[in-house]
Nanobody
Framework: VQLQACGGGLVQAGDSLRLSCAAS????????MGWFRQAPGKEREIVAR????????INLDSAKGRFTISRDNAKNTVYLQMNSLKPEDTAVYYC??????????????WGQGTQVTVSS
């Protein structure tokens, strides 16, 4: 599966952004989808993940209450709605996929990343 993320940009603190990730596959509903981010000098961290059924979770404590993950299986697309953005949300955001039947919990398909920069 190939993933194409978009929607990043330069915004001010308090603004909102919606990231989108389109998957090129005929079997989108076979995949768990996730959003990760990596800030300069920091390790990549998971932000959120969502099952094929649409049940999602925000894994990043600092994002809870501000970010929402969703997916549209008819459009092969997963979204990350980010509200009340803070400068510390600045990072490259990546979408990722894993077969939900996989024994490994690792995400092994990755998009190219989209830059989110939040100014104070």
């Amino acid at each position: 599966v190939q993933l194409q993320a978009c929607g990043g940009g330069l915004v001010q603190a308090g603004d909102s952004l919606r990231l989108s990730c389109a998957a090129s596959t005929r079997t989108f509903t076979n995949y768990d989808m996730g959003w990760f981010r990596q800030a300069p000098g920091k390790e990549r961290e998971i932000v959120a993940r969502i099952r094929p059924s649409g049940i999602g979770a925000i894994n990043l404590d600092s994002a809870k209450g501000r970010f929402t993950i969703s997916r549209d299986n008819a459009k092969n697309t997963v979204y990350l709605q980010m509200n009340s953005l803070k400068p510390e949300d600045t990072a490259v955001y990546y979408c990722a996929a894993r077969l939900y039947t996989s024994v490994s919990m690792d995400f092994n398909f990755w998009g190219q990343g989209t830059q989110v920069t939040v100014s104070s």
